[in-house]
Every structure is written in structure tokens, then in C-alpha cells.
């Protein structure tokens, strides 16, 4: 049995996880962890190099190591909610390896079957990706891999959908990004595809690279949730990404639902400058779920939100405290802790099992997860 760092490893063999390393479950503490062995950077540990040689690999490595640790500790959330992120990165010898918590995914749905899901269902899930993805925007980070299989959606003993965003190996912040980007190729933008391409120093392409990248491969997700067996949009070629320069757009599918359709189809825009914003991605989907919230925006008056130190939220001026509530989740788990997000209407629950959700405000209160006071 191998230990690495304090992790016991669970599995003999290790096994692939894209292009930028191998994967393995631990436990350390009694709990159970996902280790990736990363297959770059290699710590000079052969007394074979050149100092010289030693030298630039060490500096190359500790420059990826800062970059990492930033990335992490500027991502929102502690690793155990909807956004599951790296929690400590560590080397042996000339490997670097990343850890994060462990999702259970019994009971995952598969994204080619998401489309049986009824509207209101699909669209929550979208929402809470693009309110993950929203912060993380918000820092000015790009998760840079974003495919279906790197969205884990679950059900509940209870029945309710949970949905967490793994993988983070790839991020990076927008106006730095490294020298490729290591993601699968179906789902990259054309501005990803064309700085991926580029050979040579001075990629002319790195000025086109922004948040709006993750918003052209959450569009086709989106049109894979809405299929019937997965499907893309419908392209002249093998990606969707090399329509660019042909002058055609994506075909989307005519029996998807209407207000996901112009959704979709404006995430799917070629020009990244022609594509929504994720904070709008998020806004369209709520007034989706809440037809009304659209009528009424223009008559809201914007309410401060303060969390106390118990937990609890106090909305200014309206004197109203939000408070956990006596409701159980059906895995029976409790309220802990909530949160208010940007959009008041919106909050954010812990529960004593770890686990985060994003709910209506509403909701939340009809289901006793939250009271007011």
C-alpha cells in the first residue's frame, strides 16, 4: 500500500484523467480525498543536470506552484460545496500532486440523459453552474475544461438534484493564462482554438482569450442537456469551434425548448464580444425559473444584506433577519449556516453534512431552511 504526504491510497493502479495527469483515491483522517498525480511539472531531483539546468527547473516549478496555490485560495468556497476545488497541492520527489475532496457520484445522472429531466429541473442545474461560474468570472478566473463530465449531477436520497463543478487543473486567471490550455477539444471556443493552434512566441491570439471562453463551452453543454442522447449543435464540421472564418453558425436543435434555445444560441456566438456575460447566462436562467422577477426588476429596490457571525442575515433597511430553520433535507441533514448571494433573491445553505446548495429565497423558505425573524 502506497503513502504519499499522509494520503493511503486506495487503488493499486493509477488511472487517466485528461491530459495533465493521473488520478487515485486516498483516505487521510478518515476521509476520503481524489489525488492527481500531475505529469508537469518534474522537480530536478538527478544530480545528473547542470546547476544551471537545476536552477531553471526549479524556478519554472515554483512559479507553477504560485500560480496554483493563487488560483485556489482566490476560488470561492471551501472545496465541499458546489464548486469542489483543489484543497492542497504537495511534491514527492519530482512529482507535483493536487488533492481535493472526494464526490460520491452514485446515483450521477449522465448528461445524455439530462434531457429527460422536466424544464424547470434543467434549468435549475443550469443556474447553479453559472452562479459557480459567475464567481469565479467575478475574480476574472477561467475554469478553462469545461465538458459534461466535469459537471457531477446527482440525486439525492431525497430526490433533489445536486451539482458540483470539479476539476480545476486547467484554470486560470484570464489575463495570464498559460502557454496552452489543456482542455478537450470538442468543447473549446474558437478564441481557445485559435491560441491553442498558434505556434511561435508572442501567441497574437492571448489578447482574445477571456471569461467569455468558459460561456462558448457552458452553450454547448447546455444544447447536450437539452437532446435527446446528448447531441451538439449541428456544424458543417467535427467541432463547433471551426465555424469561425466559415461564415455559418451553429445549427441548434429544433426540438429544443425556446427560452433555452436563444439562450444557447447566444452563448454559441462566434465573436466572444457577441456572447452574454456569465452574470447574464445567470440572469436569463432566474427570470426563466421566475418569469416575474423579469416584470417587476425595474420597481426593485435594492436591499443590503449583511451574514452575522451566527450565520444568520440581516436584509438593511427592511429589519428582516434570516435565520436557519428546523427543515431537514431527505438525507436528513440540517441547516447550518446561509449565505446571501448578489441577487438578494438568492441564497446560499449549508448543511451539516458539508454539502452547499444555491436555492430561491422562497423556496428555501417554504422547504423550513430558512425563517424569518
Known amino acids: 500500500m502506497q503513502i504519499l504526504n499522509g494520503y493511503e491510497l486506495d487503488e493499486v493502479a493509477w488511472k487517466a484523467k485528461g491530459g495533465g495527469g493521473m488520478c487515485n483515491i486516498a483516505t487521510k483522517d478518515g476521509k476520503k480525498f481524489f489525488i492527481k498525480k500531475m505529469l508537469y511539472p518534474k522537480y530536478p531531483v538527478s544530480s545528473k543536470f547542470s546547476d544551471d539546468y537545476i536552477s531553471e527547473k526549479i524556478e519554472e516549478c515554483d512559479a507553477w506552484l504560485r500560480y496554483r496555490k493563487k488560483i485556489i485560495s482566490s476560488l470561492p468556497g471551501d472545496g465541499q460545496g458546489n464548486l469542489v476545488k483543489p484543497i492542497e497541492y504537495f511534491r514527492d520527489g519530482a512529482t507535483y500532486y493536487e488533492v481535493a475532496y472526494c464526490i460520491d457520484d452514485n446515483g450521477s445522472i449522465p448528461y445524455d440523459r439530462m434531457y429527460a429531466e422536466s424544464e424547470e429541473t434543467r434549468a435549475r442545474i443550469m443556474l447553479t453552474i453559472s452562479t459557480v461560474l459567475e464567481d469565479m468570472h467575478n475574480k476574472g478566473i477561467v475554469h478553462g475544461d469545461l465538458d459534461p463530465g466535469n459537471i457531477l449531477i446527482s440525486r439525492s436520497t431525497g430526490g433533489n438534484l445536486i451539482t458540483k463543478l470539479i476539476d480545476f487543473t486547467d484554470s486560470f486567471f484570464a489575463d495570464n493564462p498559460p502557454e496552452s490550455i489543456m482542455s478537450k477539444e470538442y468543447w473549446w471556443s474558437p478564441e481557445v482554438a485559435l491560441y491553442n493552434q498558434y505556434e511561435g512566441k508572442d501567441n497574437p491570439f492571448r489578447k482574445l482569450l477571456s471569461c467569455k471562453a468558459d460561456v462558448f463551452s457552458l452553450g454547448i453543454i ?147 431552511f430558512v425563517e424569518r425573524r
Open 222 to 368: 447546455f444544447h447536450q442537456y437539452c437532446t435527446e442522447g446528448g447531441e451538439g449543435p449541428k456544424c458543417t464540421e467535427s467541432r463547433v469551434w471551426k465555424e469561425l472564418g466559415k461564415g455559418n453558425k451553429p445549427r441548434i436543435n429544433p426540438s429544443i425548448e425556446p427560452r433555452f434555445k436563444n439562450l444557447i444560441e447566444s452563448m454559441l456566438e462566434l465573436e466572444p464580444d457577441n456572447r452574454p456575460s456569465m452574470e447574464e447566462v445567470h440572469s436569463t436562467l432566474l427570470h426563466i425559473l421566475k418569469p416575474e422577477l423579469k416584470a417587476a426588476a425595474s420597481k426593485d429596490v435594492p436591499v443590503k444584506t449583511v451574514v452575522s457571525s451566527g450565520g444568520s442575515l440581516k436584509a438593511e433597511p427592511l429589519g428582516e433577519t434570516l435565520v436557519p430553520g428546523a427543515g431537514r433535507r431527505g438525507n436528513g441533514s440540517t441547516v447550518t449556516n446561509i449565505t446571501q448571494l448578489r441577487n438578494p433573491r438568492k441564497i446560499k445553505v449549508r448543511f451539516s453534512n458539508g454539502e452547499e446548495q444555491i436555492y430561491d429565497l422562497q423556496f428555501a423558505i417554504q422547504q423550513g
